[in-house]
């Protein structure tokens, strides 16, 4: 069958490139499609390097043609990116810490502090040094999730200057608003007062050497994360959801707020939380009670990674209670989903160090316990 180049553009017209708001021949991202006989080749033009938008198209653009025109054609897409020029470095790095990392969720009762307390242990565990900045204002929880609820920051000179000393816990350093507070106190604070509380913190302390940079963020988005974002340059975000609608339509709403033009934060991808119950007496059931996969849907409808999920399991929320992270828990299925979601986190900041411009803070100095990574 000889194939009409024509047609093949008008079927390409149905295809949209991430980011680009327009479908790819409209867009300019198709540059060329020659065809020979059964044989078409299509050269593609985009301007987002990342690894998935990438296979997305090349995906996308196999499936119209074999669907459309013809379904036994031989298809070829070679791919050029042209990366935009380098974007403006948002506030100044910390010395010293390679990776931050926002934890993010649209709305509370996700399970965000969680995923990002078992992250940090399971990161600290596979060789990785990791700091965690409690940055939930108004809702301090770190200082309970590892069981240092009545540790204070010491005073330590560096360089001259007087710094906090973070508090060490399972490996990982931790510094929150929760340790300058009563348990039972109120953080009853104008933005301006929680933005500078929380560059105190992140500029006033002696973090040290890290890889990774945890910010456990407030629900929502709001002053805090504007503020966060101002003041550091962010390697990555994570958005962490449930299956159910209304927290996939907030998750939604957090994922825009970092792709938005004036921030342009890279989001790293999507965690589903609380994906399924499994009881200890029937570890092979799984009960959906709030639906299922839709985390991640929601991903692959907004092209981006999906990190994967973490069951309800009794054990974790006793953990946390309990100030020891359940990723600590040896040879259980909880410790080897936290193991793969940060096996997942760090591929994907590999991958963003490599495609895209870098900042002032994003480099790795080791991948230890990363099978993932290529290892020099």
């Excluded at 009960?287 to 092209?303: C, P, R, S, T, W």
């Excluded at 974790?316 to 992270?325: C, F, K, M």
Aim: proline share 6%.
């Amino acid at each position: 069958m000889k194939l009409d180049r024509k047609e093949i553009l008008k079927a390409l017209e149905s295809i949209s490139v991430a980011g680009e708001g327009k479908n790819m021949v409209e867009s300019g991202a198709v540059q060329n499609v020659i065809t020979f006989g059964d044989e078409v080749v299509v050269d593609l033009l985009l301007h987002n390097p990342a690894l998935h938008i990438k296979k997305r198209a090349e995906v996308d653009i196999m499936k119209v043609i074999h669907e459309k025109i013809y379904d036994k054609a031989k298809i070829k897409v070679n791919i050029k990116v042209e990366a935009p020029e380098k974007p403006e470095i948002k506030g100044k790095s910390i010395p010293g810490i390679s990776n931050i990392i926002a934890v993010s969720s649209g709305k509370g009762g996700v399970g965000k502090s969680t995923i990002t307390a078992n992250l940090a242990v399971t990161l600290a565990n596979m060789g990785f040094k990791v700091g965690v900045l409690d940055a939930d204002i108004y809702g301090p929880s770190m200082p309970i999730m590892f069981d240092v609820e009545k540790a204070r920051p010491i005073s330590v000179e560096v360089d001259g200057k007087s710094k906090m000393k973070p508090i060490q816990s399972y490996g990982v350093e931790i510094l929150s608003i929760g340790f300058f507070t009563s348990p039972d106190q109120a953080v009853i604070w104008r933005g301006p007062m929680a933005a500078k509380a929380l560059n105190q913190m992140i500029f006033d302390a002696d973090w040290g050497e890290l890889d990774f940079m945890l910010l456990d963020l407030p629900p929502g988005t709001g002053d805090i994360h504007l503020s966060i974002m101002q003041s550091l340059p962010i390697t990555g975000a994570v958005v962490v959801s449930t299956p159910q609608a209304v927290a996939l339509a907030d998750a939604k709403k957090g994922v825009s707020m970092f792709q938005a033009e004036s921030i342009n934060v890279p989001v790293l991808g999507i965690i589903e939380n609380m994906a399924y119950f499994t009881p200890d007496e029937l570890p092979e059931n799984k009960y959906y009670i709030f639906g299922k996969e839709g985390a991640k849907n929601l991903a692959e409808d907004l092209q981006v990674p999906f990190l994967g999920e973490v069951p309800i399991v009794q054990s974790i929320r006793e953990a946390g209670d309990y100030g020891r992270p359940a990723a600590l828990q040896t040879a259980t299925p909880i410790e080897k989903a936290f193991e793969e979601l940060a096996r997942s986190v760090v591929q994907e900041v590999v991958s963003r160090n490599e495609s895209l411009p870098p900042t002032e803070a994003i480099k790795i100095t080791t991948m230890a316990g990363c099978s993932a990574v290529k290892k020099k």
